[in-house]
């Protein structure tokens, strides 16, 4: 019986995440491959549901719409600052994607968008959020959770 991908079981694999448009947000496969166990939440729920079953050295398309995603874009994720509250030497051009803390102290990623003279604009919403998403993968191993030494 071949070994599948299941939950609690330890994943090295290549990805490729391709929006719609054809621009690859992500690829390992020139690269290290991911590694990462089945049900530690970190990848997407949806995709992670996708994998299982999938045996070794199989290449896969997996079809994501937006909603199974990281859902829609949210409007009220775009927030107005003052430019003062960057730093001078902060470079605030249109697509930097800057890290900000929360009032709990969590930092998270904002894009921002439009520059004015005394504003920024800045996008919270994940980078791909409002996206549709191929992504290409190959198990290339299925192993059991790694023991701390």
Do not use: K, Y
């Amino acid at each position: 019986m071949t070994e599948t991908v299941q939950p609690g079981r330890h994943i090295t694999m290549h990805i490729r995440i391709t929006l719609d448009n054809g621009i690859v947000a992500e690829d390992s496969f020139d690269d290290e491959p991911l590694r990462f166990v089945v049900g530690d939440g970190s990848v997407l729920p949806n995709l992670e549901q996708a994998l299982i079953g999938l045996p070794r050295n199989e290449p896969t398309r997996i079809l994501i719409s937006a909603d199974e995603g990281f859902g829609a874009r949210d409007p009220g994720n775009i927030h107005t600052m003052q430019r003062a509250d960057f730093p001078p030497n902060v470079d605030v051009a249109p697509g930097r994607v800057i890290g900000f803390n929360t009032p709990s102290g969590e930092e998270v990623a904002g894009t921002i968008i439009e520059v004015g003279t005394d504003r920024v604009d800045v996008d919270f919403n994940h980078p791909l959020a409002g996206h549709n998403l191929t992504v290409d993968v190959e198990i290339l191993d299925i192993g059991d959770i790694p023991t701390q030494a």
